[in-house]
Each structure stands twice: as structure tokens, then as C-alpha cells.
T-cell receptor, first 112, second 112 residues
Framework: DADVTQTPRNRITKTGKRIMLECSQT?????MYWYRQDPGLGLRLIYY???????NKGEISDGYSVSRQAQAKFSLSLESAIPNQTALYFC???????????FGEGSWLTVV | DAKTTQPTSMDCAEGRAANLPCNHS???????VYWYRQIHSQGPQYIIH???NNETNEMASLIITEDRKSSTLILPHATLRDTAVYYC?????????????FGTGTKLQVIP
């Protein structure tokens, strides 16, 4: 089983719809991240959380919100999806003692 | 703000050493250099990290200059499976509350 699991792996949604991407981890890590990757580009940080009560905006948080329901769960929501949010989304975790970052397998989101 | 700069792309002949450079001229004393790679559209995977000494593991070697302003990731005998995007990042370890950001990386193409 994967240490970091993302659902759904693929989703096509319509403009204006609400969509949630879920992430769960079995690493026991406090730190979790959501990144977005556009074709041919690097990873851009959307939101990050250093513990259940700590939520922080990243580089490109506009149009997104997150929820840290538990240490193991960190969800990303698009309240009203728009086509330029079509991208590959990655969830990741990091140990509080500065361990390496573990990524999920990614969620492809297409907004039509 | 980008903390690292890397060439956009590089080619390497199969079986030869691949040397991927990274500049991190503003690195601070408590920041480590990390390397990750992303194969196709999978989640990035950890390769190696270091502070100021050269490091080697089963995947690669990391050479950090004495002034720590740059580093080189070395894949000693590149194979076709090493074709990927390689990310160099700087990150605190051991209690730091610094978010981890990625740039655009170097696309390494291993040529038969």
C-alpha cells in the first residue's frame, strides 16, 4: 500500500462545480502539502499544513481551500472550478524532524 | 522567490555519468540541499540530500562546493530509466518551519 494516497486519481468536472481532492497518509507525519503541476512546468505550492491546527497559503492559493481533518488527512477543494485549474495535483508529507518528502501518485483534474 | 537555479534540460549517453548542476547562492547555514526526481507524471521521489559534505548512496552522489553556493548530482552510470526531471531544492531540517518549494527542475534525457 502507498504511504500517501490520493483520491480520485482522475476526474473531469465542469466549470463552476465544486470538487474535492482527498489525501491520506500512513507515515504519521505532521506536515502535509498540496502542489499543482502544469504540463512542462515544475511544482507550485498551493497550501501546506504543519499540524492539524496549522494551515498556510502557498504560492497559488487563490481559488483553492483546504481542510486538515486529522493528522493523516488533508483535503484540497476547488469551490468553483475553472478551466485554468486543469492540472496534475500532488499531495505530499514530510516528517517534523526534517525527513524527506513523500509524494502521492497525483490526481489529474480536468475542468471543462 | 526561486532559491535554486538549474539548467532546463540536459542529455546524457547511456552508461555515462550524468552530472546535474544546481546553484543555490543564497543558501543559509541551516539549510540542506535535497535532490528529487520525477519520472513522467509520477510523484517526485527522493534521491539524496546533504549539508556540506559530499554524500553518496545507492542511487547517486552529491557534491557540494565548499562555499555551499552550488552542488552537483552525479548519476554514475545513467540508464534509460534515469530519464526524468530532477529537482534541486534547499530545505531546513530538524525543527524548521519552512515550507518546501520546488522550481522547474532539469529534464534529463538519457540517450541510447
Amino acid at each position: 500500500d502507498a504511504d500517501v494516497t490520493q483520491t480520485p486519481r482522475n476526474r473531469i468536472t465542469k466549470t463552476g462545480k465544486r470538487i474535492m481532492l482527498e489525501c491520506s497518509q500512513t507515515k504519521g507525519h505532521d506536515r502535509m502539502y498540496w502542489y499543482r503541476q502544469d504540463p512542462g512546468l515544475g511544482l507550485r505550492l498551493i497550501y501546506y499544513s504543519f499540524d492539524v491546527k496549522d494551515i498556510n497559503k502557498g504560492e497559488i492559493s487563490d481559488g483553492y481551500s483546504v481542510s486538515r481533518q486529522a493528522q493523516a488527512k488533508f483535503s484540497l477543494s476547488l469551490e468553483s472550478a475553472i478551466p485554468n485549474q486543469t492540472a496534475l495535483y500532488f499531495c505530499a508529507t514530510e516528517g517534523a524532524d526534517g525527513n524527506t518528502i513523500y509524494f502521492g501518485e497525483g490526481s489529474w483534474l480536468t475542468v471543462v | 522567490d526561486a532559491k535554486t537555479t538549474q539548467p532546463t534540460s540536459m542529455d546524457c549517453a547511456e552508461g555515462r555519468a550524468a552530472n546535474l548542476p544546481c546553484n543555490h547562492s543564497t543558501i543559509s547555514g541551516n539549510e540542506y540541499v535535497y535532490w528529487y526526481r520525477q519520472i513522467h507524471s509520477q510523484g517526485p521521489q527522493y534521491i539524496i540530500h546533504g549539508l556540506k559534505n559530499n554524500e553518496t548512496n545507492e542511487m547517486a552522489s552529491l557534491i557540494i562546493t565548499e562555499d555551499r553556493k552550488s552542488s552537483t548530482l552525479i548519476l554514475p552510470h545513467a540508464t534509460l530509466r534515469d530519464t526524468a526531471v530532477y529537482y534541486c531544492i534547499v530545505s531546513q531540517i530538524s525543527g524548521g518551519y519552512q515550507k518546501v518549494t520546488f522550481g522547474t527542475g532539469t529534464k534529463l534525457q538519457v540517450i541510447p
